[in-house]
């Protein structure tokens, strides 16, 4: 697939396993500083007026971040996710991550998290090793925020099972009379 993807490439259904992402921290692994972390809330926390037949079937799949100008000059980053398993076990649990700054694909990330126990609560932490960037090509990513997006595809036994979306802005701390 050359470019994002316009829709997403399954629905929930097809989350056959029912994975469950709980908790979701990035930090930088130069400084150990967390640039960002979400905690689902306990399901029991959570009250009954939530629970309508109402809810949006696509929710939770979409995250937008908001990061500072630092970010695009970090090398490497942690990404730690925490998950849940239901009742069927996974032999082999991948992940697919591709970035793109408008049309151009930046890099793809491929994450194996192997054989993941049924009824089982799992934590990962994943490495980020980011390419370089031009100086031109961080001014024009920090000038157009939520024009970087990444498709993030989620594979049990090689069938895709999730597809999660994000955009990001790298212009946090910056007042609109400073952009160039």
């Not at 929930?12 to 992402?21: A, K, T, V």
Request: overall charge negative.
């Amino acid at each position: 697939m050359p470019d994002m993807a316009d829709r997403y490439l399954c629905g929930p259904e097809d989350n056959i396993y029912e994975i469950d992402f709980t908790r979701f921290v990035i930090r930088d692994l130069e400084s150990g500083d967390t640039l960002f972390e979400i905690v689902k809330p306990p399901s029991d926390s959570i009250s009954s007026e939530d629970d309508s037949d109402t809810e949006d079937p696509y929710s939770g799949r979409f995250v937008r971040y908001h990061f500072t100008p630092r970010f695009l000059m970090l090398r490497q980053i942690g990404a730690t996710v925490d998950f849940q398993v239901g009742s069927k076990p996974i032999q082999k649990f991948r992940m697919i991550e591709r970035h793109f700054f408008k049309d151009i694909h930046l890099k793809t990330f491929d994450f194996d998290f192997g054989y993941c126990m049924a009824n089982s609560k799992n934590s990962c932490e994943h490495i980020y090793e980011f390419p370089s960037l031009s100086p031109d090509l961080i001014d024009e990513m920090i000038k157009h925020p939520y024009e970087t997006r990444s498709d993030s595809f989620y594979f049990a036994d090689d069938k895709l099972i999730m597809h999660n979306k994000a955009d990001y802005a790298f212009d946090a701390g910056i007042s609109d009379n400073t952009l160039p």
